[in-house]
Each structure stands twice: as structure tokens, then as C-alpha cells.
């Protein structure tokens, strides 16, 4: 028998229902407003203990894992007047400025457009948009933040300006008597201007602590790399990411385990989808296996017409792709990992568990491939309606035409 065949999915699209709340609420400035990223702290943690904190720096993140939130962090812990073994306190008056993002001694850097045409703009003419971006998107991309800005189509970068900012404000004595900091987001937008930081990274001032944030560390200048340590972000898992938009985004428990399947280990982008929640992926991945393994055509027409159609946009379009390709991955790993270790809500696990008895292993690396070449066609800008086509007509000869015994 089928495994698709029992289940009768009515065909619908859960369209536009927006039943989710995507605000987030405010989370401070905490080790503990970090999602995962437990080795990189702990990482940091040791520095401190051991009182070897290097002068300088470099967060490598993939994008949407907690680059920025986690330098601030850090810059709150190091400067927090009594901090545990693993977390600032959160109550003196050091950390209520950083709560704040107001601390004299922390300085930020970060790519800006100029206000009007002539002058070169520094950070700290968009001090008050860099607190907001903060606090509204604490795990924000560069998108977030020029639209924040209102940079248009203009592409922001860090100004020579800026560079003689910041060896002016490290130079100068701390005010606290503690680290002087700066906290420099997206150093690849230095370009050239980067030499002209060159000295301050190689002789530091005194108690100076240069923290880098990056997403593209190989746009650097090898100069400034060469002389940064590195600690390195890992994308985060998709457990984590389902339980964060349950507790700060309130997403709907399902809703958040399929996004977090699509959303490739950034926290930013599994919130953009949640916003953009058009439909139930798993329900529409039903109904599209149903109609195929029942050889319904009209179904798989409307279907086809449905997520082709430019109402549900090439992001969703390649998201429920990349959802279904996660679960095949999933399945991959059914062959030889127990259920309780592949970490999936439960309907999904049934789905996964299914599609193991109905496809063999090869089957499965096949159709892996072939979700990954309509990925590939649809970020290209390909039509989406004959890119799920050719996926159908695929998909039909895997699970009709050579039905395994298994
Ligand atoms: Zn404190």
C-alpha cells in the first residue's frame, strides 16, 4: 500500500492567515540573550579567566547566528563590575550603560551612507538608528540595517572618517578605568581604508580591546586578518532556532519546526519567514505527494499553478523547497541514526518515517539532487511554475514508476 494513500489532505493553501505575532521581545544585552553559541562563549570565558583576552578579535559568523550579539556580550561581561564565572551581573551601573548601548567606553563602528552628497559620514552620525537597529533586530543583517537607515540602493561603507574616529577614540584614556572597546560590525566594508588601522591593531593603546564582527571574513585585508584571533560562530541548529520563535516570536510550536528546517541556521531569516508564513509546508508537501502518487491531475494542476504563481514569491517558493530538501536529509540520516537523535516535532518524524519505507537510500540521494538543482534554478530567477513541473514529473517517476520494494 502507499504510505500517502491513507491520509486525504484537503488541497488548500493556508493562504496569508498571519496568526503570528513577529515582534520580539526586548532580550538585553547578556551572554544569556544569545541563542546556542555555548563553545564560542565558553571560548571567551576562558580568556577572561585566565586574564588572556587578546587586544583584538575577529567573529566569524554565518549570517543570522549571533555575531554582534555576542561581541556586546562579551564587551558587557568584561566590563560588568561583578560578573560571575559565566554571565556579567546585569545590575551595576557598567552593565545598566550597556543595557542602554550607552557606556562611554564602547565605541561601534559600522558601514553607513552619507546623509547629504560631499561630506563623508562617520558612525556616529547614526548612533541613535544603530540603537534601535540594535534592539529591534539583535540578530539584524546588513538588509535590516540600510533599510533602517533609509540607504536606498546606496551601499554603505566604513569611511576613512570613521577609521581616523576610532584611532582618536582609543587613544584617549578610558573613562571608567577599565577596557576602552570597539566593537567594529562588518569590517569587510573597510576596504583600503582598513590600512589605515593597521598601526592601531599591531600597537594597541593600553587596555584597548578591538572586537571584529564578520559574515565575509575573505573580504578583509590579509594585513588585518593575519593580526586578529578568531572566533568562530557555527550556524544554529535547527532545534534551537524552532524553540527561539516559540519563546521571543511566539510562533505557533508547528510553524516553527518547518521554518527552522528551512532556515539554514540564521535566526534573522527563520523571522522573515515566519512573517511571510504563507502556508502549512508540510500539509502543502502532503498534498503534493497525495496528488501524485494518486495521479490527480487536476489537484497537481491547481497545485503546480499555486506555489508557481509570483503571489507566493521565489523566497517561499525556494524555502518549502529547501524545507522538503531537510526532511529528505533527514530521512538519509532515518538509515542510521535512532528517531530520538534526528530532533523532529512529531509530524514530521511520521513523514520522515514513511517516506524511509517508501524510498530506498539511493532514491533518496537522487531526489536530494534534484531539490537542490530547482533551488539552484529558482534563486537564478528560472520559471517557477515549470521548476515544479519538472520536479513533479521527477518525483512521479520515483514514486509510481519505481515503487521499491522496501
Ligand atoms: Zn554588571
Known sequence: MH?????????????????????????????????????????????????????????????????????????????????????????CSSCQKMDRLMHPDVHFSFPVVSRKSGSEPTSDDYLQEWREFLREFPYGDLQDWLQLIQAENRQGNITAAECREI?????????????????????????????RLLKLIEEPPEDTLMLFVSQQ???????????????????LPPEEIAQALIARAKAHPQIAAQISLAAEG???????????????????????????????????????????????????????LQYFLNLIEKTLQAHY???????????????????????????????????????????RNAYAKLVFHALTLQLQDLLIRTPTSA
Request: glycine share 4%; aromatic share 10%.
Open 3 to 91: 504510505p500517502f494513500s491513507k491520509a486525504d489532505f484537503l488541497f488548500q493553501f493556508y493562504a496569508c492567515t498571519c496568526i503570528f505575532v513577529c515582534q520580539e521581545a526586548a532580550i538585553g544585552m547578556l551572554f544569556s540573550a544569545l541563542i546556542n553559541q555555548q563553545q564560542a562563549r565558553e571560548r571567551l570565558l576562558q580568556m577572561v579567566a585566565h586574564q588572556r583576552v587578546p587586544h583584538a578579535l575577529l567573529f566569524r559568523e554565518p549570517e543570522g547566528s549571533g555575531g554582534l550579539l555576542l561581541a556586546i556580550a562579551f564587551a558587557t561581561y568584561v566590563l560588568c563590575e561583578q560578573p560571575t564565572a559565566n554571565e556579567a551581573c546585569g545590575q
Open 337 to 379: 541514526l535512532p528517531p530520538a537523535n534526528l530532533h523532529l516535532p512529531p509530524a514530521e518524524q511520521d513523514f520522515v518515517n514513511r517516506l524511509k519505507q517508501q524510498l530506498s537510500f539511493s532514491q533518496l540521494v537522487s531526489l536530494s539532487e534534484k531539490l537542490n538543482a530547482a533551488i539552484y534554478h529558482i534563486e
Open 266 to 320: 540564521n535566526y534573522r531569516q527563520a523571522l522573515r519567514l515566519l512573517h511571510d508564513a504563507h502556508a502549512n509546508w508540510l500539509d502543502l508537501l502532503r498534498n503534493w505527494l497525495n496528488a501524485i502518487a494518486k495521479q490527480q491531475i487536476p489537484a497537481l494542476v491547481q497545485w503546480m499553478e499555486e506555489i508557481g504563481s509570483s503571489k507566493t514569491g521565489r523566497e517561499q517558493q525556494k524555502f518549502f
Open 217 to 235: 571574513p575573505q573580504r578583509i585585508l590579509g594585513t588585518i586578518t593575519s593580526r586578529l584571533q578568531t572566533i568562530q560562530l557555527s550556524p
Open 167 to 195: 584611532v582618536r577614540k582609543l587613544s584617549l584614556k578610558s573613562f571608567e578605568g577599565k577596557y576602552k572597546i570597539l566593537i567594529l560590525w562588518l569590517p569587510e566594508f573597510l576596504g583600503q581604508q582598513g590600512n
